[in-house]
């Protein structure tokens, strides 16, 4: 039986019979006959082994067809068949195909059972992988119901299909191309392969990991294929097919794709692939972005696996760098990226390889500044890749570290985070040092370079230059006649010329480098072929014209043939110098050469030498090193600027390099430390766990020896971290050590270090360790007040002992550390602990006495204020009866005080005799100690109070150095303040909360005592039965409360700082400072008595009440800024304890915002945000005070007052009610701010307007305002403000419905430019429903534009026409003549006529050009007062006319004089002139003081 299989394209084809020896299917078997057929196929198999294919093909065939309708028993049967199959036939193909020579019979036989066979296989593959993606679509869809019987599957398909796929392998890897005669497959054969495993990849089951035996085998299979069956060409096809179509592939075909690159040695599939992508219309990749994306995944990964093949075919490829999809451009930099890390980072590269090293770095950096954020953060992706695998070739790392520090300020979040961590790791595989202190650096190459200096000398150099010049000269000159003999002789033949041109083509291979070239250059001009040398130059310049030498050549041998006096063509003289400079080049070269292999024979001879080139090297290492360490430092600050980023990503990556910076020496790096403690409080858990990381790295773990040792260190670390800390950082830094605390970083080894610090019980201990100690100590005990509870006799011992007598900052910081101590906090549910209290005559305040008492004598120690106020907290947060003790406190210093002054009056007479009369001294400045005496603690503002100029042109006034009952009365007055506002706190608090304490107590011991039956009767027994409904619903404890709380309230309002108290005895005394500056005008005793008056102020609303004129009146007209300052922060807490008195002063308060100094805009802007933010204060009118400060000088001010309507905007419809005042206020000309600033303000307001009915509201709003408008500068304002708007269609109809109030205003340009601008910008958002009412409002805005033009032209020339002829004839104006003393002019008198008809009154309308004063224009609002008014006030309080502030507390406005702030005595204090009190000085300038206190 003798047949041939042919590959059949569909089944059908088996059927039908085409050709003479072709093999048809006799007949498809019915499914019942099929399991007999089975069974003896079974049997033949057996009998005869493959050979039985032949005969019973039919059945399997059968089997195919009739697929649906078959038991999966028997299919998995005859699947199982197949394989057994396989292996037979596999095992006797082989030794069939081991002989030299076939037999044709046996050949066809085989050939026909391999055929068979494998389309058998690949059938039943097929059919199988059909079944299981039914299935799958089955149980995804949850529909299978109905088709359950087509989609069970008996057979464990994962495992068959591994079977299966390895019997094809084992099959086509056996050489049966000897079975084809020719030995050449027909494609049918290969199609039928390759198909069935393509088709197999396109599960995506493939690419799990249980898969992997499949996908080997798959890849083999395909391997094969192309290498015996000539299947390249199509699998590059297939594979781009399936890439572009299948996401899932991406992995599995590169992984293939190499594979047959280096198992199968076939590169031919990778060229194809990369001509195929190369060849993609950019606009193709750009619209199908996820095919594009699986193109440049595969090409990376690829380039991962075989680099070096990669590399051949690159360059097809590059030109979609230039591309728009920014997705290829990331595939193939990153091909770039993995060529470089792998093929071009060895050290003993060719020159062509670095060259081409070279180039792909180049690309890298152009695209450091690609337009897409996505390129850039991939390239500096790639770049830390290289640079952590140091791959990055040393010359490169300045110019690559310069474009990365450039990118730092990117606005991308994802560049920043890549550039951070590029810096980071130049940082850690930085090759020059382990420490990249620059100073340090600077210093070392200074004297290095200093002693090669002394080394070498001068003239050597400069010696061994000239001869060499001198021989070069001598060679050239003979050849350079012949040159250009040669070169006349060729230039007059012309036909040399085209043959030359001809042949250029040729003369330079692909191969060659510029060098190369011009190295042939050399050798052609010492041949003396000299039409060659010009030939090949020729050709050199066309292959290279971006060669810098060549650009170097250019500008030489311009100059060289100026200079000569030539006769023949300047391109052959041209020609000549580029020649000679080749020459000269080559020349120089080579005796270089010669030089160093003869320096180098010397070096061995003469020591001298060998140390020179030793100190060259060492010298030069040291700059690049200082290049290096002055690029990091300059990233320092910008990478600081990211820690306040509102990026998580970029707060964690600047962490990181701040901690790197800092071990590797950076100093700069320490800026960005200090400014991380304040991300302790962020609400981050991952910035602050990077933050509590971080410094437990930095501080925490020491590389030393012992236990001791390693405590000793951490404390040496962490009391460093307080040198130069301010008063923010130590709170963050006590948040830090709380956190260390809690999670147990802090052991208790470094606890008993720091309390031996402390008692300076560790040798080499200074006084400022033994301080940086108790600080630490007291930061701790805020996690633990056990470390502090248990040590408090050596607190007071070494704290308040006799080391404290002369050092208050230790005292201060001793106390600090005591107020540590306390009950425990209340647990809910519960009740309140016991109080921790001492008794009176504890040591501790024992100490605190006499330290306070003896150490007021210490006139120059600035300390002593501070200290006390600690103190003061210390007995009243711990002792038994702390106002007794601070009663005995106060009496001794009060003695101290007439002390003094007697001491005063006996030492001179006439010192108290000039101190009766008012002195006016010239300005002086104050010391140091003077100036920081009423500060809580020093501070480093004073040179910046002294800096600003006082708008009166002079300072404050000061008074001569101050005597010593001065200083004490300063600080008796600062206790005294200080004690009143704690007995203040210490009955709201204390007292208030131990009556609640006693009293539950004792409701508990009444409820044990009481049983449930009794207390049930004894409602009966209640004298009326309100007590008992009170008792019953909880009622009495709460009035008992409420009684307890007006009882202190009560004593603070009469007993503390009133009546005979001793407190009460200080007040007068405070009030008679405050008030009579000129007897005491010392700065600081005036800071002092400002403060304590305010805290008496705190505490009784009736002293509070009798001095708040006084107070307001010290704010206004004191010439000290930082007394300005201090009082804006106490009315702040005034203003929450007594809003009802502070109501009626608020504008003073707001007026404050216009004040010279610096310090008080901000303290004010501080203090009215707190207020307005926590609804203390109502916000009204006054607020256009804080819009000014949006535009204010200080950066920092104009931050705050944006952060400010930045929260306010979260408050409901806050900023929008507020923006009719604002408007209202800033664009009134006498009050307001100038247009530029104006704008500034409106832009950053109408920001926060987004809502359309808020938008459609404040256009009505603003049209009516146009009305009551009196300047060109409002019509202005109020364009601008409604251009800044978002217009709805409603919106655009309120313009139409108002366009009467603002139409005569057109004539301005830059009014009708407002009105155009919103034209534009709703004609680009709007339906089309709405663009009719766009197109008739643009027609009627220019329409009257026009029309207001041309009637300003007729105004002006009836104008110049009424004049001349008033001035020819000599008469008065005609009634009917508008005169400029009047403001108007005609055509205004004509459209003023025209607004008659729409406006409600004619005194509305004043001419923007009107010159006359305030008082006027107040006589004209009083005579339109009883005619209704356009009101844009959104509160409904008040009363503010349009653009008119309200001037009631100005008074009458005359001339201005020098002293402006004197003129507005009357208006400060709005009540009794008889009891006020003012300060009449004048302002100078002086330095300003420390703030003070709690305040």
């Not at 068959?160 to 050449?184: A, C, Q, T």
């Not at 890749?385 to 990118?407: A, D, F, S």
């Not at 605390?741 to 052991?747: C, L, V």
């Not at 409904?1029 to 009882?1047: F, N, P, Q, R, S």
């Amino acid at each position: 039986m003798s047949f041939d299989f042919i590959i059949p394209a569909t089944k059908d084809d088996l059927l039908n019979k085409t050709e003479i020896n072709q093999y048809v299917v006799d007949e498809v078997l019915s499914f019942r006959e099929i399991p007999g057929s089975l069974q003896a196929v079974k049997s033949s198999f057996r009998t005869n082994g493959a050979k039985c294919l032949l005969e019973n093909f039919d059945v399997f065939f059968s089997i195919l067809c009739l697929r649906k309708d078959v038991q999966p028993d028997l299919k998995e049967d005859a699947w199982q068949l197949l394989l057994k199959v396989s292996k037979s036939l596999a095992t006797e193909v082989a030794s069939v195909l081991e002989d030299t020579s076939l037999e044709p019979g046996s050949r066809v036989a085989h050939l026909n059972q391999v055929k068979m066979l494998c389309y058998l296989l690949c059938q039943f593959m097929e059919m199988y992988e059909d079944e299981s993606k039914e299935k799958s679509d089955v149980i995804t869809t949850g529909k299978g119901r109905k088709n359950k019987k087509s989609t069970d599957m008996v057979i464990d398909w994962e495992v068959e299909r591994e079977n299966g796929v390895k019997s094809l392998l084992h099959l086509v890897s056996l050489n049966i191309l000897r079975l084809w005669d020719p030995p050449i497959a027909e494609v049918e054969f290969v199609n039928m392969v390759t198909n069935i495993v393509y088709k197999l990849l396109e599960n995506p089951a493939i690419v799990y990991v249980k898969a992997k035996e499949t996908r080997t085998a798959i890849f083999n299979i395909v391997g094969v294929m192309v290498k015996r069956y000539n299947h390249g060409l199509s699998a590059s096809l297939k594979i781009l097919q399936q890439l572009q179509h299948l996401e899932h592939l991406v992995s599995p075909l590169a992984e293939m794709t190499s594979i047959i690159t280096t198992d199968y040695g076939n590169k031919s599939v990778v060229a194809e692939i990369m001509r195929e992508i190369g060849r993609k219309d950019p606009k193709d990749l750009v619209r199908d972005n996820t095919g594009t994306k699986s193109f440049a995944t595969f090409l990376v990964e690829l380039s991962e696996k075989v680099p070096g093949v990669m590399m051949s075919y690159i360059s097809v490829v590059l030109c979609h760098l230039e591309g728009e999809s920014y997705t290829m451009r990331n595939g193939i930099l990153g091909v770039m990226g993995e060529i470089l890390l792998k093929v071009l980072s060895k050290d003993d590269l060719e020159d062509k390889l670095k060259d081409t090293r070279d180039q792909f770095l180049e690309k890298l950096e152009e695209h450091i500044h690609d337009v897409n954020a996505f390129v850039r953060s991939r390239v500096l992706q790639i770049c830390l890749t290289l640079v952590n695998e140091k791959c990055l070739p040393l010359p490169r790392h300045e110019h690559l570290l310069g474009l990365c520090i450039g990118r730092l300020k990117d606005k991308s979040s994802q560049v920043r985070k890549q550039a951070i961590q590029l810096v980071t790791a130049f940082i850690k595989s930085n090759p020059f040092a382990a420490k990249l202190s620059l100073e340090e650096l600077k210093a070392n190459y200074e004297k290095e370079k200093e002693k090669l200096d002394s080394m070498v000398p001068e003239e050597q150099t400069s010696v061994l230059e000239d001869s060499a010049v001198v021989k070069i000269d001598e060679e050239w000159k003979p050849l350079e006649k012949k040159l250009k003999r040669a070169l006349k002789k060729a230039e007059e033949e012309e036909d040399e010329e085209s043959m030359e041109e001809d042949s250029s083509e040729d003369l330079i291979q692909e191969e060659e480098t510029a060098n190369s070239v011009m190295d042939r250059i050399y050798n052609l001009l010492t041949e003396e072929k000299f039409t060659e040398a010009k030939s090949l130059l020729g050709a050199f310049k066309d292959a290279f014209p971006d060669n810098s030498f060549l650009q170097e050549m250019a500008k030489e041998s311009q100059s060289e043939a100026d200079g000569e006096d030539s006769q023949g063509s300047t391109g052959s003289f041209t020609d000549v110098g580029y020649l000679k400079m080749i020459f000269y080049g080559h020349k120089k070269q080579t005796l270089a050469i010669a030089s160093g292999l003869e320096e180098e024979k010397e070096k061995e001879k003469d020591p001298i030498v060998n140390e020179i080139s030793k100190q060259q090297v060492l010298v030069q290492y040291l700059k690049d090193c200082c290049a290096f360490a002055t690029q990091i430092q300059a990233s320092v600050p910008v990478i600081c600027q990211l820690l306040g980023s509102k990026t998580i990503t970029d707060i964690l990556e600047a962490i990181d390099f701040f901690v790197t910076g800092f071990e590797f020496g950076v100093t700069l790096t320490m800026m960005g430390i200090r400014r991380m403690l304040h991300l302790i409080w962020s609400r981050e858990a991952s910035v602050k766990d990077a933050v509590v990381a971080a410094y437990k790295r930095l501080y925490l773990n020491p590389q030393v020896g012992n236990q001791r040792s390693k405590a000793f260190s951490v404390v040496k670390n962490l009391s460093a971290l307080l040198s130069g800390a301010n008063l923010g950082d130590l709170t963050s830094l006590e948040g830090l050590m709380v956190e260390l605390m809690k999670s147990g970083e802090i052991d208790q080894s470094v606890i008993q270090m720091l309390w031996e610090r402390f008692a300076m019980k560790v040798p080499n201990t200074t006084v400022e360790d033994s301080r940086a100690a108790v600080t630490l100590l007291y930061m701790i005990a805020g996690a633990d007040m056990g470390v502090v509870k248990s040590n408090i006799d050596v607190l007071v011992k070494e704290g308040l002992g006799e080391r404290a007598d002369s050092d208050f900052i230790l005292a201060r910081d001793t106390c600090l550390a005591l107020l540590k101590l306390g009950p425990p906090k209340k647990v809910q549910g519960q009740l309140q602990a016991e109080p921790f209290r001492f008794p009176q005559n504890h040591e501790m305040f024992n100490r605190i006495q006499t330290l306070l008492i003896n150490g007021v004598q210490q006139l120059d120690n600035p300390y002593w204020i501070p200290f006390a106020e600690q103190a003061i907290n210390v007995i009243y947060k711990l002792a038994e009866h702390p106002d007794i003790i601070c009663g005995d406190i106060i009496k001794a210093l009060a003695k101290e005080v007439i002390k003094a002054e007697k001491q005063n009056q006996t030492l001179s007479q006439a010192n108290l005799m000039e101190e009766d009369e008012p002195v006016e001294s010239p300005p002086e400045k104050e010391p140091d100690s003077q100036g920081s005496e009423a500060g809580s603690q020093p501070s480093s503002q004073g040179s910046e109070a002294s800096s600003q100029p006082s708008s009166q042109g002079s300072g404050p006034p000061c008074s001569p150095p101050s005597s010593s009952a001065t200083v004490i009365l300063t600080r008796l007055i600062s206790v005294a303040g200080h004690v009143a506002f704690r007995q203040m706190v210490h009955l709201d608090t204390y007292v208030f909360g131990e009556l609640k304490r006693r009293r539950a107590i004792q409701e508990q011991k009444k409820d044990v005592k009481t049983p449930k039956a009794d207390r049930r009767g004894s409602k009966v027994d209640k004298t009326t039965a309100s007590e008992a409904i009170e008792d019953e619903l909880g009622l009495a404890g709460a009035a008992e409360e409420d009684a307890d709380a007006e009882y202190i309230r009560k004593v603070c309002d009469v007993e503390i700082v009133s009546g005979d108290s001793l407190l009460g005895c200080i007040g007068p005394l405070l009030v008679t400072v405050c008030t009579n500056q000129t007897r005491y005008s010392d700065p600081n005793l005036r800071t002092a008595a400002t403060l304590s008056l305010a805290k008496f102020m705190l505490v009784s609303s009736d002293f509070c009440e009798s001095n708040l004129q006084l107070l307001f009146t010290v704010l206004e007209k004191s010439p000290y800024p930082t007394i300005r300052a201090n009082t804006i922060i106490a009315l702040g807490d005034l203003t929450v304890r007594f809003p009802n008195l502070i109501e009626p002063w608020t504008p003073h308060m707001y007026a404050r915002l216009r004040d010279e100094s610096q310090t008080v805009r901000k303290n004010t802007l501080q203090v009215l945000t707190h207020l307005i933010l926590n609804d203390m204060v109502k916000v009204k009118g006054q607020i256009s005070e804080v819009a000014t400060c949006v535009v204010d000088h200080d950066e920092r001010i104009s931050s705050l007052a944006k952060l400010f309507f930045h929260e306010l905007s979260h408050k409901g419809n806050a900023i929008y009610n507020i923006m009719p005042d604002v408007i209202s206020r800033l664009s009134d000309p006498d009050v307001g701010v100038d247009e530029e600033n104006f704008r500034i303000i409106m832009k950053y307001l109408f920001s926060f307007i987004q809502k359309d009915r808020q938008c459609e509201s404040l256009v009505e709003k603003l049209c009516h305002r146009f009305r009551a408008t009196k300047t060109d500068r409002q019509w202005r304002d109020l364009s601008f403000c409604l251009s800044m708007m978002s217009y709805s269609e409603k919106s655009i109809r309120k313009l139409q419905e108002n366009f009467a109030c603002f139409g005569d205003k057109l004539a301005e340009e830059e009014v009708y430019s407002c009105f155009c601008t919103i034209i534009s910008k709703s004609r680009s958002f709007a339906k089309p429903t709405a663009k009719t009412l766009i197109d008739e409002l643009e027609q009627r805005l220019q329409q009257c534009h026009t029309k207001g033009l041309e009637e300003g032209d007729i105004a002006v020339k009836a104008s110049q026409a009424s004049q001349a002829a008033s001035q020819a004839k000599g008469k008065s104006k005609t009634k009917g003549a508008k005169t400029p003393a009047k403001g108007k002019t005609p055509a205004r008198g004509k459209r003023g006529g025209r607004r008659q008809i729409d406006s409600d009154s004619d005194g509305d309308f004043v001419d923007g050009d009107e010159n006359t004063t305030p008082p006027r224009r107040q006589t004209k609002r009083k005579s339109t007062r009883q005619k209704p008014k356009v009101s844009f006030d959104s509160d409904s309080d008040s009363e503010i006319e349009l653009f008119d502030l309200d001037k009631s507390s100005q008074g009458t406005q005359g001339t201005t004089t020098g002293d402006g702030e004197e003129s507005d005595d009357s208006e400060i204090i709005p009540t009794k002139r008889t009891g006020r009190r003012v300060l009449n000085s004048p302002r100078r300038v002086v330095p300003l003081q420390d703030l003070n206190g709690d305040v």
